[in-house]
């Protein structure tokens, strides 16, 4: 089950196009930050299906669900979105994230038979009051100029095999984050449709949103920053080893280490 769960209904087809966002974020606004931000707002402000930022490539909707990306209803029912994240960051963490955005888009063109052009390379801005994307346009000479860009580097990728990792179900908090916050976080699993939460000790499933929220908030009253979130994939079973670690009884004798 994805973050936003389907919450604008199933497309029933493949899409037919796909929209490149920018997300204006700051540089905090990675894939850590939607991450908990999605799970903790109204969707109904908008989402995306992809966030792809410095940490990790977030996929917040499955791609055969809408999205309210765009305000307009044919394309939220028949479009992806993929967010180019930290667009108010700075500008080669940007221009990274660009990127891998336009080659995550030339995999998704592979895999549902889109051909880049005029008419399924969109911008927001072309069917909405928006300046979306607004650091891509302005950093690629306009909005014409950065559209014919962003055909050519899919056309590009998508020549090369278009695969992308997401940097998705790695080990999830640096020794510098457990230090300084502790090793509390949430986390969720690949097709497991809740999220979970180790406080250090001890792993336990949120069995309602609001539960989820509570705790966000009072972590974030506390530490004045969104508590750190990741996503596991069956790939690469980390949560697995993490369940081991936290129910493996405490070392009361080092006798059987040889000690």
Known sequence: M????????ARGRNPNS???????GSQA???NHYNVWLRTHPLGS?????????DYILQAEDDGNCAWHCGNDYYN?????IEACQSFGDKNIFLSNEQKALKLAAQKCNQYGIVPSESTIRLHQEVFATACPHRSVELHGGAK???QYFIAEIKKYMGNGATIDYGQGLPGISPEEMEAEGMEYIFDIEG??????????????FAHGDELKLICDIYKANHGKDIT????????????????FSARKPVTSFKGFGL
């Open 77 to 81: 029912a028949n479009a992806l979105s």
């Open 46 to 54: 908008g989402f995306a299906h992809y966030y792809v930022a410095d």
């Open 2 to 9: 994805s973050i936003c769960g389907g919450i604008v209904g």
């Open 145 to 147: 100029a950065t559209k």
């Open 18 to 24: 796909i929209f490149i966002h920018n997300d204006a």
């Open 29 to 31: 606004s990675n894939a």
């Open 192 to 205: 497991v449709g809740c999220v979970f939460y180790f406080d250090g000790q001890n792993i336990k499933a």
């Open 229 to 244: 979130a990741r996503h596991y994939t069956k790939k690469a079973p980390w949560y697995q080893r993490l369940l081991e």
